[in-house]
């Protein structure tokens, strides 16, 4: 399966870095819908984007967190911009680690944004795309969930679960014509990491952007950035855990 050329290219979370740099090399000839919370004030959002060649370049509003609205939300999108070519889940939060271990809410909202509002909205748009036979979705997984760490395990638990999911559910749509690529990127330096020291081989949101496409026009359904982390990602598995606790973010 190669990259779609046709159908809205859909960013949930259309303030994300990585999601409009998907956008921006995705954009080409094709309708771009940009959602997101205060849709209104997308404004810089939308120009980059029509500046990299869409057709069009629509915003709707969109609360990851409010679940009850998935389903109308992309039932509306279909109904208006016609069938989906490319989904992309770029919203999600960090979180304070700190926080979240002495406040039971925090913690979950965290868990809630990273997980439990992503299954939702993949659950709907499996369904979606399933009854129209194509389409790609894609899901952002990250090192911090293939093995948690103490110095974030809230956030990296929810990632765990995410990667769990997706893994699953691109299994379940094998042979339905919709492409489920599970992206694991390390530490990206960015807005959502301002103020941390970066990781060993963190990479940008351009260089994310960069594999996905590659990813997608591939048929992939795995795709780590950069590509080397594969490798730590075996050996990540095998530290003992006495060592393993004391890992740093």
Same mark, same amino acid.
């Given at each position: 399966?190669? !990259? ?9 979370? $259309? ?5 409009? !740099?998907?956008?921006?090399? %995705?954009?080409? $000839? ?7 919370? +205060?849709a209104d004030a997308l404004g810089p959002e939308v120009e980059q984007v029509?500046?990299?060649?869409? *057709?069009?370049?629509?915003? #709707? !509003? /969109?609360? @990851? ?25 770029? /919203?999600? #939060? ?20 990273? /997980?439990?509002?992503?299954?939702? =909205? ?16 894609? #899901?952002?997984? &990250? ?13 990296? *638990? ?13 299994? @379940?749509?094998?042979?339905?014509? #919709? ?7 390390? /530490? ?13 081989? &963190? *990479?940008?949101?351009?260089? =994310?952007? !960069?594999?996905?496409?590659?990813? %997608?026009?591939?048929?992939?359904? +795995?795709?780590?950035?950069? $590509? ?13 855990? &006495? ?7």
């Amino acid at each position: 399966m190669g !990259e779609q050329t046709s159908g809205p290219v859909l960013v949930l979370g $259309g303030r994300s870095e990585i999601g409009l !740099e998907v956008a921006r090399r %995705l954009a080409s $000839g094709r309708v771009v819908i940009l959602a997101a919370r +205060r849709a209104d004030a997308l404004g810089p959002e939308v120009e980059q984007v029509r500046a990299a060649g869409a *057709s069009a370049v629509h915003t #709707v !509003e /969109f609360d @990851a967190d409010d679940t009850a609205i998935h389903a109308r939300l992309l039932e509306k999108i279909v109904a208006e911009h016609g069938s989906i070519g490319t989904a992309v889940l770029a /919203f999600g #939060v960090l979180g304070d680690q700190a926080r979240a271990e002495q406040d039971p809410a925090h913690a979950v909202a965290v868990v809630h944004t990273d /997980f439990v509002a992503q299954v939702s =909205v993949l659950t709907t748009l499996a369904t979606v795309l399933r009854a129209q036979g194509s389409g790609q979705i894609v #899901v952002f997984s &990250s090192i911090a969930g293939v093995r948690v760490r103490r110095a974030n395990y809230v956030y990296g *638990s929810a990632k765990a679960g995410l990667d769990g999911f997706a893994s699953g559910l691109g299994d @379940a749509l094998h042979g339905t014509g #919709v492409q489920l690529l599970l992206v694991r990127p390390g /530490f990206v330096i960015g807005r959502m990491t301002t103020g941390m020291d970066p990781a060993p081989m &963190s *990479s940008t949101p351009d260089q =994310v952007a !960069e594999a996905v496409v590659r990813g %997608l026009r591939k048929g992939a359904t +795995r795709v780590a950035v950069p $590509g080397r982390l594969a490798v730590m990602f075996f050996v990540m598995r095998l530290l003992p855990q &006495s060592i393993w606790r004391r890992m740093p973010r």
